[in-house]
């Protein structure tokens, strides 16, 4: 998720550090002083529509960026994908000419891969050492079973195929790759489409949904509830097993967010309240194709509701009421922890703040330092923190090599 769209000194502070330019440059150009500028980015000054329009010219963007109330766009997470991974998606690892791999052996290692993905602190240093090999086996699986007369076994092959494939578009989201992202999406569709599995053709669209989501344009973000909720309706035409319905309910979470990133907070909340609590009270806590979907999962969203509109004392309110300890996933543990931190920076309440994002460090530092949101609130923390807190601040900002 994005953070709430920003106030107008946030907004200049926001394209001033992507020029890569420090205050004292921007307010000497500008021919103000950097005290003056510092209380413009704090928000405890409105600048003038002169120095506004010399802002504007000096930091290269137009007026009107500086003035719009569209979401910006978040400074991008460094491109850490491993350059083996990209290698072995684009197919430039060695031929593979021997017997492939047995399907319930591709089938463990990727159900290993998954859960090592979800529950590791060092989730990305291991994925970047096992994807590669995992990749290759599976499409090296795929494109022998293709040309096979077993049907059963081609149709196992593909389902792991299209499982590890979810698990990539996560992986080169999280790495700062969203092209790639957006290619293992559309490959994990035509893999589970040709296993003809309906729960993961529409796991696949719930995991283009979330490719989608990534993007700031509001079409994008729009287009990802257009998938979700056709791909629903289209699970809807066959058999409703409790993971189908695991998976609508996933889906309708997509739609929830997508309503949420374009400010249609009565929309979200009505969609989370009508449409995804009651498939998550029906089918309970659970991990089915990977999609965490469950009440805590629904409950954790009401607070991205409250957080993305900007209403910190609400989003409390309903992060009061969440346990994740008993969710499989890190990631979405680290999700709550990170959005709870943003409640309460919201508040300005810093040493709350602080505590969470150390906490988090701990729990998954690797996470942590890919957050842009995590990144922008510690930069932020370090300007205003109180001299108590600055040390350990400090020591953050270097672990995390923000600087």
């Known amino acids: ?67 719009s109330e569209d979401n910006v766009e978040e400074s991008t997470v460094p491109l850490t994908a491993a350059p083996a991974i990209a290698r072995a998606l684009m197919g430039y690892d060695r031929p593979r000419r021997s017997a492939p791999a047995s399907s ?50 081609r149709r196992e092959v593909l389902r792991a195929a299209a499982d590890l494939y979810g698990l990539l578009r996560s992986y080169c989201r999280r790495a700062g790759r969203l092209d790639l992202s957006l290619m293992v999406a559309d490959r994990a569709i035509r893999a589970a489409e040709e296993a003809d599995d309906p729960v993961r053709i529409a796991a696949a669209q719930w995991n283009l949904g979330h490719v989608l989501l990534s993007h700031n344009e509001p079409t994008a973000v729009e287009e990802a509830k257009e998938i979700a909720l056709r791909a629903g309706e289209q699970l809807r035409q066959g058999p409703m097993s409790a993971e189908a319905k695991a998976v609508e309910g996933a889906l309708e979470l997509v739609a929830v967010v997508s309503d949420a990133r374009r400010r249609r907070w009565w929309e979200a909340r009505d969609r989370l309240e009508r449409r ?54 890190r990631e979405r543990q680290f999700t709550f922890g990170l959005e709870l931190a943003r409640c309460h920076d919201l508040r300005r309440e810093d040493a709350a703040v602080l505590v969470h994002l150390l906490d988090l460090e701990e729990n998954a530092p690797e996470d942590l ?19 108590t807190f600055r040390r350990q601040v400090d020591e953050l900002v270097q672990r995390l090599q923000l600087v």
């Open 1 to 67: 998720m994005i953070s709430p769209k920003l106030p107008l000194g946030e907004r200049i502070k926001y394209y001033r550090r992507k020029s890569g330019r420090t205050q004292v440059a921007v307010a000497g150009l500008c021919g103000i002083s950097e005290r003056y500028l510092q209380q413009i980015e704090a928000g405890q000054k409105v600048p003038s529509a002169e120095v506004l329009a010399r802002l504007a010219d000096e930091l290269g963007v137009p007026l009107a960026a500086l003035l």
């Open 104 to 153: 319930s052996e591709l089938r463990e290692r990727v159900e290993q891969a998954w859960r090592t993905w979800q529950s590791s602190k060092d989730r990305f240093t291991t994925a970047a050492l096992v994807l590669p090999d995992l990749i290759s086996d599976v499409e090296h699986a795929v494109r022998v079973h293709r040309a096979g007369t077993d049907a059963e076994v």
């Open 276 to 329: 995804a609590a009651p498939l998550a009270e029906e089918v309970g806590e659970g991990n089915v194709q990977w999609t965490v979907f469950g009440p805590t999962n629904v409950a954790m969203h009401a607070m991205s509701i409250e957080m993305l509109a900007g209403e910190a004392t609400e989003g409390l309110r309903v992060a009061d009421q969440i346990d994740t300890r008993g969710l499989p996933s």
């Open 369 to 387: 330092a890919r957050s842009p949101l995590a990144r922008g609130m510690i930069l932020d923390l370090q300007r205003r923190i109180r001299p």
